[in-house]
Nanobody
Framework: QVQLVESGGGLVQPGGSLRLSCAAS????????MGWFRQAPGKQRELVAS???????NYLGSVKGRFTISRNNAKNTVYLQMNSLKPEDTAVYYC?????????????WGQGSQVTVSS
């Protein structure tokens, strides 16, 4: 089972930037699609960005042009660079490795990183 350890959350003013990191250990990383999800209080968890083994990316509409997902396979790490942050970006952010078996995603989750955007 892959273990995912996140770092980089915190408090930032509107318009500021943060970078989240997620280090994976325990299994092959370079072949997997990785993603960042977020969950705000009272809301469902949503996919913010994903990156495939071929480095193709996909973004939630509300973060396009502000967030960038990237990966370094040599370090088994995926990143989420967040710029021009808005109060509505406040949430707990989770990294996830997609592992689908028999139509069910059994991939691991990071522990969650709180991102708070407030003046």
């Amino acid at each position: 089972q892959v273990q995912l350890v996140e770092s980089g959350g915190g408090l930032v003013q509107p318009g500021g930037s943060l970078r989240l990191s997620c280090a994976a250990s325990g299994s092959i990383f370079s072949l997997d699609t990785m993603g960042w999800f977020r969950q705000a209080p009272g809301k469902q968890r949503e996919l913010v960005a994903s990156i495939t083994s071929g480095f193709s990316t996909n973004y939630l509409g509300s973060v396009k042009g502000r967030f960038t997902i990237s990966r370094n396979n040599a370090k088994n790490t995926v990143y989420l660079q967040m710029n021009s942050l808005k109060p509505e970006d406040t949430a707990v952010y989770y990294c996830h490795i997609f592992r689908v078996r028999g139509g069910i995603d059994i991939g691991s989750w990071g522990q969650g990183s709180q991102v708070t955007v407030s003046s």
